[in-house]
C-alpha cells in the first residue's frame, strides 16, 4: 500500500494495488467494482454487492468529480482508496436519502476494463 496522496482539488487516494494493465484515460469507458462508505465505515452502495461492475466514460462529467480525478491514472487490476471531499461529491445538495449534504465519501475502488 503506498502512502496517501492529496491533489489540488482536496481528493485524496491511497494505492492499494498498484495494476500493471492498460491506464484509465479521460474519454475511455472504465469499467471498476466499488464500495462507498462515509468515514464512520457505513457503507452505502456497492457493485461489489451486487455483483455488477459499473462503466462510463473518464472525464465526461458523467460521475461525480472525485471519481472522474481518483480513477484517472489507475492500470486495470490496481485497487484505489479514494476520500472526496463533498465539494467533489454531491456538495451541499446530498443525493436523496442516501448522501447527506456536505457528506465526504469513501471510495474503495478496482479498475476491471478500459476500453
Known amino acids: 500500500m503506498s502512502e496517501e496522496i492529496t491533489l489540488k482539488s482536496g481528493l485524496k487516494y491511497i494505492d492499494v494495488e498498484v495494476g500493471e494493465g492498460s491506464a484509465a484515460v479521460s474519454g475511455k469507458e472504465v469499467t471498476v467494482h466499488y464500495t462507498g462508505t462515509f468515514p464512520n465505515g457505513k457503507k452505502f452502495d456497492s457493485s461489489v454487492d451486487r455483483d455488477e ?4 466514460q473518464l472525464g465526461a462529467g458523467r460521475v461525480i468529480k472525485g471519481w472522474d480525478e481518483g480513477v484517472a491514472g489507475m492500470r486495470i487490476g ?7 471531499p463533498s465539494d467533489l461529491a454531491y456538495g ?5 436519502s442516501v448522501i447527506p449534504p456536505d457528506a465526504v465519501l469513501h471510495f474503495d475502488v478496482e479498475l476491471l476494463g478500459v476500453e
Open 78 to 84: 490496481g485497487k484505489r482508496k479514494l476520500i472526496i
Open 53 to 56: 461492475p459499473f462503466t462510463f
Open 92 to 96: 451541499k445538495r446530498g443525493a436523496g
